[in-house]
């Protein structure tokens, strides 16, 4: 009865089961992150078919889930390959815990994932961040005047996952600005991204990256892949 008040209030019913599956892994949401949404699966299931295009071996791959939430990106690949090595990194830390049972719920080596607490790229520990091949992020992207978010989801869901500032660029300009020192050469950032957003995101990344459009599972401009040249 307490789980039935709780919907009728609105509240997601992935909070109230306490997780949802995401691709091949069961993504545990203790701490309320943002749930993960099946556009994000779409995304996923993209950059693992480009890490199985890779001329290096899984071993040697490093690939990065920025702006991690929940970890379901990260452990959605690393389930697939389980020699690669992943790191995370969120700015709320108490999400922190989650991503880390969602990787031993996931049977994720423990030897080849790190966790971060940390605003982008500024980490909050002294230990350097190496040079990634793949850097996937779900970042705050809602553009607050527009406000498209269900009512539900701006009740329970956390704003810091959300709203991504002005026009809801600001988190995602900072991202491309920031991401070519922590890349490899032709290492690839993928972003998910509002399809209003489409146009600003091939100025910012000229000339640094080479960016790729691709539509989500409705036909929307989603996703974009931008490969450091």
């Known amino acids: 009865f307490d789980d039935i008040a709780r919907l009728e209030a609105g509240e997601p019913l992935a909070y109230i089961i306490g997780s949802i ?10 701490s309320k992150p ?11 299931e993209k950059v693992i078919a480009e890490i199985s295009k890779s001329k290096k071996p899984t071993s040697e791959l490093r690939v990065l889930d920025l702006c991690a939430g929940s970890g379901c990106i990260g452990v959605a690949i690393a389930k697939i ?15 922190i815990e ?30 350097g961040l190496p040079k990634y091949d793949y850097i996937v992020s779900n970042p705050p992207y809602i553009d607050p005047i527009l406000n498209r ?8 869901e956390p704003a810091l996952a959300l709203y991504g500032g002005i026009k ?26 509002e399809p209003e957003h489409t146009l600003e995101i091939n100025k910012l990344s000229s000339p640094r990256f080479t960016a ?5 599972q409705y036909q929307l401009e989603r ?4 490969v450091l040249q």
Do not use: M
């Open 21 to 30: 599956p995401f691709l091949n892994a069961t993504i545990h949401l203790d």
């Open 223 to 226: 996703f974009t892949k931008l």
């Open 149 to 156: 978010a269900e009512v539900s989801v701006k009740k329970f």
């Open 34 to 44: 943002l749930i993960p949404r099946v556009e994000t699966e779409f995304l996923v």
């Open 81 to 95: 390959f389980q020699d690669i090595k992943i790191d995370f990194i969120e700015i709320d830390k108490s999400h």
């Open 98 to 127: 989650t991503i880390n049972k969602n990787c031993l719920e996931n049977n994720i080596n423990p030897d080849h994932y790190r966790i971060f607490q940390g605003n982008l790229f500024n980490i909050s520990t002294n230990e």
């Open 168 to 193: 809801g660029l600001e988190i995602i300009q900072k991202i491309i600005e920031d991401s070519p020192v922590h890349l490899n050469i032709n290492g690839q950032l993928w972003l998910e991204h």
């Open 212 to 216: 790729t459009i691709y539509n989500d």
